[in-house]
Structure formats: C-alpha cells, structure tokens
C-alpha cells in the first residue's frame, strides 16, 4: 500500500481538548482481516479447480462474500457460508459433510478467541481518554463483536460501545444524535475508506484513515486527497500527535 502523509490540510480542531473521538474496531484497534486471509490462503490451495486459476477463484469468493453480506451480515459465521458457496458452485454439487468439516477446520483460526491489538492501541487509547471523549462503533455479529472487544481488554477506554449490523451514513446520523454530538467538532477514525471514512465525512463529521495493509478488500473505495476533513496517519499511535 502507497504510504501516506502525516498531514493534515485543514489544520482545525487538533490539538483541542474534550473533542469525541470514534473508533472502528476491527483492522483498527487489533487485527482481524489477516486471519480470514490466511483461511483464504489455506483454502484456494486446496481447491483445485482444472480451469481456474486462483486469482480467478478470488474474485468468485469475493462476490459471494459481497452478496451474502447484504443478507447475512459480517463476521465469521458469514465468510463459512460462502467458502462453502464457492465451493458447491465451483463443483456444481452440494458440499458433503467431509467437505463442511474441512472448511471448519480451515477456519478454526477465527473462533479461537486470541485477539492480537495493533501497536501502540492501549496505550495510545489511555492518553486519549484523558483529553477527549472516546466512543467505539464497530459493525459485525454482535456476540463475535462483544467477544473480541471482551478479550482484548480496551472496553474501559470508551464512554459507550455500539454494535451495529452496517456503518452507513444513517449509522452516523443517528450516532450523532444519539449522543449528542456536533459533527464538526468530531472525529471517525478507522481503517476502512467504505464503513468508517466516507460515510462519516458524508454525515458532516471528520475522519481519520489509518490504513491497514489487510483491510478487508470488500471495504476499499477511492478517498478524495484534496478533502481537507480527513487527516491521513501511518499508525495509530501518531493520534496523540493531533488530539
């Protein structure tokens, strides 16, 4: 991934204290989307296909996952079902159980409980909850979502925790209002351009990308470089250097 400036444009409200700051979860505060890539890996090598190649098997799963996000939500349970999708429709059969359970296998990985924090999140979190008021709002599978965030131990860093099926516009809106927040004077910091950037600049409020090299490919858009509300780090611990 091009590597990205530590500027901001616009310049202000850093630095100001008692601002409220909004954290994605996932692929923000620890990692996520690398462990479903290793799956991934581990699971387009076994499935040979005689005339696809495993670009071309990617590209199938990642329409799958797309459509059955819309229906099923996200997390692990989802990305199970449509590994098994792509493997019935690249068969053209049903899976039998053998299958099923090697797919499981496969995925163990992501209902193992370990969460591994992104560097500097603890920390950097404890400094920032002293100046400003912290707010998380991630979307997933709520009992997958309380898991990770129970595990990882940062639930104390926040005011209060929303679970949410889909980080839309609407979601930003209605955080907003729900917690009395003036969007100008509040920041949406996350990996993400799709769920946690553009859908929060579009609901009046600042961002700031942190970009994480695994992000999920489903959550990659374009970001306009002349929008002067997104403030662009390296690393999440470069935070403390704004707010």
């Known amino acids: 991934m091009q590597a990205v400036d530590s500027v901001f444009s616009g310049g202000a409200g850093l630095k100001v204290r008692g601002q409220a700051l909004v954290f994605d979860a996932d692929d923000t505060l620890w990692e996520n989307n690398i462990l479903f890539e290793r799956v991934i890996d581990d699971f387009l090598h076994w499935l040979e296909h005689p005339t696809l190649d495993k670009t071309e098997i990617r590209a199938i799963l990642d329409d799958i996952e797309a459509a059955n996000a819309v229906v099923h939500g996200y997390g692990s349970k989802m990305f199970l079902r449509s590994l098994g999708d792509c493997l019935e429709r690249l068969r053209e059969r049903p899976a039998t159980p053998q299958e099923l359970r090697h797919i499981d296998e496969l995925a163990a990985a992501l209902v193992e409980g370990r969460v591994e924090l992104v560097p500097g999140v603890a920390e950097t979190l404890a400094d920032l909850g002293s100046r400003h008021d912290l707010l998380l709002l991630t ?55 799709k769920s946690d950037i553009l859908p929060a600049r579009q609901a009046g409020m600042n ?5 994480n090299d695994n992000t999920w490919v489903l959550e990659h858009t374009e970001l306009d470089p002349d929008d002067a509300g997104v403030l662009r780090l390296r690393s999440f611990a470069e935070l403390t250097d704004h707010f």
Request: hydrophobic share 35%; aromatic share 8%.
């Open 207 to 211: 961002a700031v990308f942190i970009p």
């Open 139 to 193: 979307k997933g599978d709520t009992d997958e979502q309380q898991r990770k965030l129970d595990v990882s131990g940062l639930a104390h860093h926040f005011r209060d925790i929303h679970i949410v099926a889909e980080k839309d516009v609407d979601t930003y809106r209605w955080l907003a209002r729900e917690h009395g927040l003036t969007p100008s004077t509040t920041w949406m910091i996350g990996n993400s351009p």
